[in-house]
């Protein structure tokens, strides 16, 4: 194929309609999708389905089912509504791989108070006080919660399907696309469902859901955790006679901190070709590495009473490799370790939800052919990056077996789950036309 012939017509189609673009950008952040609760799902999955309609996709609208909302911590987490997820397959002639791109379609939670944009109106501005994209052109910027993460990759992708169809060039694998829900709370009822349940099936993936000027290979998981203590109330002048449960909980705190500093910190995989972000490597960490938090604590109500209760959220960050069982078993065992001077502690670990880590081959040819196409399109080398926190591209490698990557809109200038949030114009269209071009290669 010319391929160069193709970088043109992209280009210009895509720039015909950067117009349109926003528009529909500015359509998705009205509807507040934020999580938790994570309402008006279905909402915006008809919106996306009316417009994959229109380029003769097969759409399915899929509710994870009553398993995943528990396995997601649905009660804990303060979940509601129905969990929608968006499949829109563009079946190819025959004879390709199928190739699945994905983004999430709720956003992480805000509070308006400070923004100095209305959260949910989408505006636009010329120029950025907080900084600028390494890509912007002139472009502009749009405002709002999401509008960096994940929606401009939810409009990224479809610009990218748009000018394949627009332009009638015919693909011989077919190309699926997910709006997928719930990735900022682990996404176990949103693409963790599709995968798992077969809804989704794929050969190759790209993860929209990442930094400009980077692909990202790998990532580590994590387990969070309910731990609670129970004791005996008293009066709190007299609390030998009580059993507080703030102490016990203390006495576990002491013996968890000691087992992530002490243990888990020199606990590492190391990542050939992949760098981590530069703040971790700068604090010695250049390798992935198991930590822990504490979270969250509560107990008690005041302080002439002996507390009964004490709960907390602790996170247990997981390599590659790792998992769940492992992972709780050796955490359990740290805290029965506390009953050797304490024989009478009373104490339960729940899991909330987890996701695990992953990495992927730097030399895979559809990640070096990506690469070189990415390459080509911004003018410089994108980093390969490894991240401590995740995305949802745990269950395309895990549970898909998809060679992926991730790729997207992030910057510091975008204060992604901050106030304020943006994306720049010329950014989202970049990856459209980036995109473009790696299905066109990939599929046709
Ligand atoms: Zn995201």
Redesign the pocket.
């Known amino acids: 194929m010319s391929s160069l012939r193709h970088k043109n017509e992209v280009y210009n189609y895509i720039d015909e309609h950067s117009q349109d673009a926003v528009t529909y950008l500015r359509k998705l952040i009205k509807i507040d999708t934020h999580v938790p609760p994570g309402l008006n799902y279905p909402k915006l999955c008809r919106v996306m389905a009316d417009r994959f309609n229109q380029y003769g996709c097969l759409c399915e609208i899929h509710e994870a089912t009553e398993p995943y909302l528990e396995a997601s911590g649905a009660e804990t987490m303060g979940l509601d509504g129905p969990r929608s997820n968006i499949v829109a397959t563009y079946k190819g002639t025959g004879g390709g791989p199928r190739l699945h791109l994905s983004a999430?379609i709720d956003t992480a939670p805000y509070d308006p108070e400070g923004w100095t944009v209305d959260p949910l109106e989408g505006k636009v501005t010329e120029s950025n006080p907080y900084g600028k994209s390494p890509l912007d052109v002139g472009g502009g910027y749009v405002w709002g919660r999401g509008a960096c993460?994940?929606k401009s990759m939810l409009v990224a992708m479809t610009m990218a399907l748009e000018t394949v169809h627009e332009l009638g060039y015919k693909l011989r694998g077919d190309l699926i696309l997910t709006g997928n829900c719930d990735?900022?709370i682990g996404g176990v009822a949103g693409l963790g469902y599709l995968i798992k349940e077969g809804l989704v099936k794929a050969d190759l993936g790209i993860q929209l859901?990442g930094d400009v000027h980077k692909m990202g290979l790998a990532a580590q998981g994590r387990v969070r955790y309910r731990v609670k203590t129970y004791g005996k109330s008293y009066h709190g002048q007299m609390p030998i006679l009580g059993v507080n449960a703030i102490e016990k909980m203390s006495n576990i705190n002491v013996a968890l901190t000691r087992h992530w500093r002490e243990e888990l910190l020199h606990r590492h995989k190391a990542l050939h070709g992949i760098v981590l972000p530069e703040a971790i490597v700068e604090a010695g960490y250049d390798k992935l590495t198991a930590m822990l938090n504490i979270g969250t604590i509560k107990g008690g109500i005041q302080g002439a009473t002996v507390p009964d209760l004490c709960e907390e959220e602790v996170l247990r960050c997981m390599l590659p490799g790792e998992n769940e069982a492992d992972v709780t078993a050796e955490i359990t065992e740290v805290i029965e370790s506390v009953k050797q001077s304490d024989p009478a502690l009373k104490y339960s670990l729940d899991i909330i939800n987890s996701r695990e880590g992953y990495v992927q081959d730097p030399n895979h040819p559809f990640i070096q052919r990506s690469r070189e196409i990415i390459s080509d399109c911004l003018g410089v080398v994108p980093e390969f990056s490894g991240n401590l926190g995740s995305?949802d591209m745990n269950y395309q490698v895990n549970d898909g077996g998809q060679p992926c990557f991730t790729m997207g809109t992030g910057y510091a200038y975008t204060r992604y789950h901050q106030k304020d949030e943006s994306v720049s114009i010329d950014d989202f269209l970049m990856n459209a036309k980036m995109l473009a071009l790696i299905i066109l290669y990939t599929l046709s």
């Open positions: 999430h993460d994940d990735e900022e859901d995305t």
